[in-house]
């Protein structure tokens, strides 16, 4: 099966389930603190799955939460969680074709290493974010112990694959330099504050902690 349609399809079903298994932990409070901190009005969120935990909680303060994401059945569960019919829609953010410079915040959480080119969604997530407004995203530092474990697996599994021997299909996640990000965001000329997942969450777990998220700014 080919990665997109292995997202559209088997893992949107797991995602259901699993995102209440994970609840609204302390990232995910994290996230949606960040978010509501320059209090926008209107939000865009890129690979919204169900809309639950994170756009709930913002819809609950009064924001509009848009958004859309590659997984038809996680958008159906997202338009009646947020009650918008029209602003979630099933795609990549690329084949966006509103307005520039309209929403107050845009972000991606939880979903950049499902994301090849991730490069080119922050630049397509700038644009349609107002002057002044956040760009705030989470990835997967490729440095991290996390990381290099999960490289190993990939490894592991391609060789086992060819051997013949019988695994679950699983896709390799895409993981990011933040050497290079931050280099990405000082060249498109973006301020940004960045706060590895540890130092959010006070979780000690060094081995399973990868996440680093950036919240960024556009000029004016
Ligand atoms: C782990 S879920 C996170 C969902 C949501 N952001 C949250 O935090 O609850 C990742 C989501 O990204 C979506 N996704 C994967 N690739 C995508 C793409 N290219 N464009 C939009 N959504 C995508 C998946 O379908 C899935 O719903």
Redesign the pocket.
Known sequence: MEETQY?KTV??KY?AEQ?KKYGYAPYEQNLVRLIKKSSPQKVF??????GWP?GAALKKKGITVDG????ES?VALAKEELNNEDGIWIG??SEYKGDTEVYDVVYC???SW??PNFYRTVKKMVSMTKPGGHIIFDVMDRNSLFCVKQRWKYVKEKYYKFLGIDIDENYGQHFISLTRMKLFLKRNRLSYQCWGERELTHNKDIYNTPKVVFYCRKER
């Open positions: 997202y893992y949107s995602w995102t969120e890129v690979g919204i799955g169900t994170i859309c994401d590659i997984a996680s990549d953010v959480v939880r979903a499902y994301i």
